[in-house]
């Protein structure tokens, strides 16, 4: 006569059972951890660029830079928040002699950029910035004597923020380098003739 030890084998089933169940649970949590991502907000839009974009020695060269929080949220991110303490920073390479800086376009509900110029190193601040709101700040230029002919003289700025009134989760962000192709220019003396007998 065989004996089968069946209450041995119904345990070890239900252990298994119980086992393949916890692994579901474990697999689902992650799954739905996975789908439940924290929001991602907006990065600023800060854009610089060089007018002209050829210069002498000498040549007046302005810098605009647009500073805009995104109104809607671009592809990949969830929401657009306002910011606070925003700061753009501009150090401007010594190729270049700053001669003044400005706001010249705000469209904002609060109050314009303030814009202090230390030197070559140009600030401007705003307490809030919402969604939509955007300014251009203008850095005017002479193009120095210690600028290499024949070279490009590349420069960014940069933008930080914080996420909240607080002063917590604080980002930072550059443009892309503006540029200027340093000509060679050379000046050629005036030599008086006489037309005359």
């Not at 060269?61 to 500073?67: A, D, G, L, R, Y």
């Not at 814009?115 to 193009?143: H, Q, S």
Request: proline share 7%; net charge negative.
């Amino acid at each position: 006569m065989r004996v089968f030890k069946t209450e041995g084998v119904r345990r070890n089933m239900g252990l298994a059972v119980a086992g393949t169940a916890l692994m579901l649970v474990v697999v689902l949590s992650m799954v739905v951890a996975a789908d439940e991502t924290e929001p991602t907000w907006a990065p600023p839009e800060i854009a610089k660029w060089a007018s002209p974009t050829d210069a002498n020695v000498g040549d007046p060269v302005q810098f605009p830079i647009v500073v805009e929080n995104p109104l809607y949220p671009p592809v990949g991110y969830s929401e657009t928040v306002t910011w606070y303490q925003v700061i753009v920073t501009d150090v401007v390479v010594a190729e270049f002699n700053v001669t003044g800086a400005t706001i010249v376009e705000y469209e904002g509900a609060h109050s314009p950029p303030q814009v202090e110029r230390v030197g070559n190193v140009i600030t401007a601040t705003l307490a809030i910035m919402e969604p939509g709101d955007y300014f251009l700040l203008r850095i005017n230029t002479l193009l120095a004597a210690s600028a290499e002919s024949g070279t490009y003289v590349r420069n960014e700025a940069r933008v930080s923020y914080y996420r909240d009134i607080d002063g917590r989760l604080g980002r930072e962000y550059r443009s892309d380098d503006a540029q200027v192709f340093v000509g060679n220019r050379v000046m050629l003396p005036l030599v008086g003739r006489n037309f005359g007998p």
